[in-house]
C-alpha cells in the first residue's frame, strides 16, 4: 500500500507570491492533517479535513488555508507569502477520524523556501 | 505554552546499550501518546504508541511507559543500535475527536558503533 504523498517536494517562492501544496493520503484514510514544521517552533498543528471539512485549525494567521476534496486528497494554501512561512510542510493521514487509537501516518513533506 | 516537553535536546548512547528518552505534558486532557522517529528532510515515521489506560507498551526493541500522574513518559530502546540514530518526537492527542496531535520539540539521538 502506497505512503502519503506530497508535491512538491521542493519549492522556492519570494515573498508576496502565493503557494499551493498538495498531499494524497494513505488510500482508504479519511482524515488529513497538515503541520509546519521550523527549527525554531518544531511542528505545529495548522489543520485537520475529515469528509471535505476543516474540523480542527491551529493558530495560524487567515493566510494559510486549505481544503480536502471527495477522494481525500488534499491541499493547503499559503498567500501573500513571508519570510517567516520557510518551513517543511508535512501532511498526516490516518483511518479513521476521531479515534481514540488512530494513528497518524505522516508523507515526506515539501521544503518551502521564500526569499 | 508548551504542552509536551522533550528537555533533553540531544542523547548519545553506545551500542548495544539502553537509550532512555523522555517527555512531560501539562494537559491532562491527553489521552493518546506516540513517539516518532525522524531523519532529516524526511517526514516523522511512526514509532509506537500508548493510551492512557495503559502503563506500558512494548514492540520488538522499543518499549513506551507511561505515568500518568507523573504526566511523564518515556521511550526505552533496547539494544541500541546506530540506525536508531535520528531525532525522536514525543507527541500527545487528546479526547474530543480531534486528531491534532501536539508535538515536544525532540530529541536527537545518536548511537555510536
Known amino acids: 500500500k502506497a505512503g502519503v504523498t506530497q508535491t512538491p517536494r521542493y519549492l522556492i517562492k519570494t515573498r508576496g507570491q502565493q503557494v499551493t501544496l498538495s498531499c494524497s493520503p494513505i488510500?482508504?484514510?479519511?482524515?488529513v492533517s497538515w503541520y509546519q514544521q521550523t527549527p525554531g517552533q518544531g511542528l505545529q498543528f495548522l489543520f485537520e479535513?475529515?469528509?471535505?471539512?476543516?474540523?480542527n485549525k491551529g493558530n495560524f494567521p487567515g493566510r494559510f488555508s486549505g481544503r480536502q476534496f471527495s477522494n481525500s486528497r488534499s491541499e493547503m494554501n499559503v498567500s501573500t507569502l513571508e519570510l517567516g512561512d520557510s518551513a517543511l510542510y508535512l501532511c498526516?493521514?490516518?483511518?479513521?477520524?476521531?479515534?481514540?487509537?488512530?494513528?497518524?501516518?505522516f508523507g515526506p513533506g515539501t521544503r518551502l523556501t521564500v526569499l | 505554552d508548551q504542552q509536551v516537553k522533550q528537555n533533553s535536546p540531544s542523547l548519545s548512547v553506545q551500542e548495544g546499550r539502553i537509550s532512555i528518552l523522555n517527555c512531560d505534558y501539562t494537559?491532562?486532557?491527553?489521552?493518546?501518546f506516540l513517539w516518532y522517529k525522524k531523519y532529516p528532510a524526511e517526514g516523522p515515521t511512526f514509532l509506537i504508541s500508548?493510551?492512557?489506560?495503559?502503563d506500558k507498551n512494548e514492540d520488538g526493541r522499543f518499549t513506551v511507559f507511561l505515568n500518568k500522574s507523573a504526566k511523564h513518559l518515556s521511550l526505552h530502546i533496547v539494544p541500541s543500535q546506530p540506525g536508531d540514530s535520528a531525532v525522536y518526537f514525543c507527541?500527545?492527542?487528546?479526547?474530543?475527536?480531534?486528531?491534532?496531535?501536539?508535538f515536544g520539540k525532540g530529541t536527537k539521538l545518536t548511537v555510536n558503533p
Open positions: 479535513y475529515f469528509s471535505e471539512t476543516q474540523r
Open positions: 507527541a500527545a492527542k487528546s479526547e474530543g475527536g480531534s486528531e491534532k496531535l501536539v
Open positions: 500508548i493510551s492512557s489506560i495503559k
Open positions: 498526516a493521514s490516518s483511518l479513521l477520524a476521531g479515534g481514540p487509537t488512530d494513528t497518524q501516518y
Open positions: 494537559n491532562s486532557m491527553f489521552d493518546y
Open positions: 488510500s482508504g484514510h479519511r482524515s
